[in-house]
């Protein structure tokens, strides 16, 4: 059984800098695809930023990119989003997703992932 546990989140100032991690534990298959998604109350989750963990490429919603960016380590089975110049409007919480894929491209599109953390939450104010 594949489990996520995010953590990294909390409260930083207009245009500071968090970094997220999600262990992740209990894969099976050769390579997955992992995303970070984000969701404020009475909103739909937002995908944010996805990755290929057997050859890194990535995709970014046009909200973060330039700004936030995902990695992935391998021997740590962690996936890491940075996120630099943080927005009023990146508060919310954040959400990390896998997916086991044979194929390199993934996207950040929610029902395509079928492993969620339980959350982190990311507060950005003045």
């Known amino acids: 059984q594949v489990q996520l546990v995010e953590s990294g989140g909390g409260s930083v100032q207009t245009g500071g800098s968090l970094r997220l991690s999600c262990e992740a534990s209990g894969f099976a298959y050769r390579a997955y695809c992992m995303g970070w998604f984000r969701q404020v109350p009475g909103k739909e989750r937002e995908g944010v930023a996805a990755m290929y963990t057997s050859g890194g490429v990535t995709n970014y919603a046009d909200s973060v990119k330039g700004r936030f960016t995902i990695s992935y380590d391998d021997a740590k089975n962690t996936v890491y989003l940075q996120m630099n110049s943080l927005k009023d409007e990146d508060t919310a919480v954040y959400y990390c997703?896998?997916?086991?894929?044979?194929?390199?491209?993934?996207?950040?599109?929610?029902?395509?992932?079928?492993?969620w953390g339980q959350g982190t939450q990311v507060t950005v104010s003045a």
């Open positions: 997703a896998a997916a086991p894929s044979a194929l390199s491209y993934c996207r950040e599109v929610a029902y395509e992932y079928m492993y």
